[in-house]
């Protein structure tokens, strides 16, 4: 299959598998399904498992799983889509699930259950980054063609796939939550990028924080920290939508200055572009 083919398929997402097909739909016993051997989400939150058990408990599946036959085992069947569900429905204590059997192959398997995660915005920017990698190592997609599969830009897809060079502890830090996105590519190819990650979680640094330190800035730093914590809060919570630094400066009154930075023209005509559409 073409790769244009395979954008076409694969941009509808797991839409186009379950529309239409409640004729299809089943229930299984929760024995006979097991986890999906592509699945790029690894890291499954107790606390969120016990939260949507109880949800189950009250109101039933609402989504059915959508699986495949087993290649080794005819009675068992292997999820695409839904593994957090299963496991929740398990904490339910159910017997049956219901779900949509799909005849797939292993490519069709890992391609829909990488694109399903991402456009959930469901995993975190590790297993994030593992996935699209996996779409291009295996399946010969370029960040191009991925960024329009699921709808992120290129700049997004690059710097996630960043995040894979830095040290395996600190990647385990993102994938823990101790460490976010935004912390993680402002430590990329720095040399002592673990010895930063842990003063990130042991003093609360800010991403302006850690840019600072890492350019050797130490006057910037004690200018940052003096910052009050609603403004450190805007900067991450911005730095971590766009991908790329972020500064507020602040002024009298209420006036102030908001400082984006770009380390390459991609990232400053992939911003124009956003900006450029919000404002149509």
């Not at 292993?106 to 995993?123: K, T, W």
């Not at 971590?240 to 770009?262: N, T």
């Given at each position: 299959m073409s790769v244009g083919a395979q954008r076409n398929r694969l941009g509808r997402g797991l839409a186009s598998l379950i529309s239409g097909a409640a004729e299809d739909q089943r229930s299984l016993p929760l024995a006979s399904i097991k986890p999906g051997r592509f699945n790029p989400r690894r890291n499954f939150l107790q606390a969120q498992l016990d939260e949507l058990a109880s949800s189950i408990r009250e109101r039933g599946l609402v989504q059915p799983l959508v699986v495949r036959p087993s290649l080794s085992d005819a009675e068992s069947f292997e999820i695409v889509a839904g593994e957090r569900r299963w496991r929740a429905a398990q904490l339910a204590?159910?017997?049956?699930?219901?779900?949509?059997?799909?005849?797939?192959?292993?490519?069709?398997?890992?391609?829909?259950?990488?694109?399903?995660?991402?456009?959930?915005?469901?995993?975190?920017?590790?297993?994030e980054g593992e996935g699209y990698k996996l779409l291009m190592d295996g399946h010969g997609y370029t960040q191009e063609d991925l960024a329009k599969v699921i709808g992120k830009s290129r700049s997004h897809l690059a710097n996630t796939l960043r995040l894979l060079k830095l040290p395996h502890r600190v990647q385990e830090m993102v994938r823990s939550g101790?460490?976010?996105?935004?912390?993680?590519?402002?430590?990329?190819?720095?040399?002592?990028?673990?010895?930063?990650?842990?003063?990130?979680?042991?003093e609360g640094l800010t991403v302006r924080d850690i840019e600072a330190l890492t350019q050797e800035k130490s006057p910037n730093l004690k200018r940052s920290r003096s910052k009050d914590a609603d403004t450190r809060a805007a900067e991450a919570e911005l730095s971590?939508?766009?991908?790329?630094?972020?500064?507020?400066?602040?002024?009298?009154?209420?006036?102030?200055?908001?400082?984006?930075?770009?380390t390459t023209l991609d990232q400053l005509e992939d911003l124009r572009q956003r900006l450029l559409r919000r404002s149509r």
């Open positions: 204590n159910l017997h049956q699930v219901p779900v949509i059997v799909r005849e797939l192959t292993d490519q069709e398997a890992v391609e829909l259950a990488i694109i399903e995660n991402v456009q959930r915005e469901d995993l975190n920017a590790i297993e101790q460490l976010s996105a935004g912390h993680a590519r402002a430590l990329i190819g720095r040399a002592d990028a673990e010895a930063l990650a842990l003063r990130i979680v042991n971590e939508a766009l991908g790329l630094g972020v500064e507020i400066k602040k002024g009298k009154g209420e006036k102030g200055e908001l400082r984006i930075r770009y």
